[in-house]
């Protein structure tokens, strides 16, 4: 079993609470169990999760947004 661990990253392109929603979706469909934060006016995404923070990076730029880590 992994461990959760606190994934922080900065999106770019999130440009209304749509796009959050979106991002949120795709953080849990990689763990349902993640607690996600994300501040929409910076960009910066905070996760509580089991999902590595190279699997959210992948799966966030996969749906056209541009992840990084924070
Ligand atoms: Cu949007």
């Known amino acids: 079993m ?3 661990s606190n994934v922080k990253l900065t999106v770019k392109g999130m ?3 749509g796009c959050v929603n ?8 990689a763990d349902p169990e993640a607690a996600v934060a994300i501040d ?7 996760a509580t999760t089991t ?6 990076i992948a799966a966030i730029n996969a749906a ?5 880590a924070a």
């Open 2 to 4: 992994t461990q959760a």
């Open 15 to 17: 440009t209304c609470q």
């Open 22 to 29: 979106s991002v949120t979706r795709i953080v849990k469909r």
């Open 40 to 46: 929409l006016p910076t960009g910066k995404l905070d």
């Open 51 to 56: 999902a590595s923070a190279g699997t959210l």
């Open 64 to 68: 056209g947004y541009e992840a990084r």
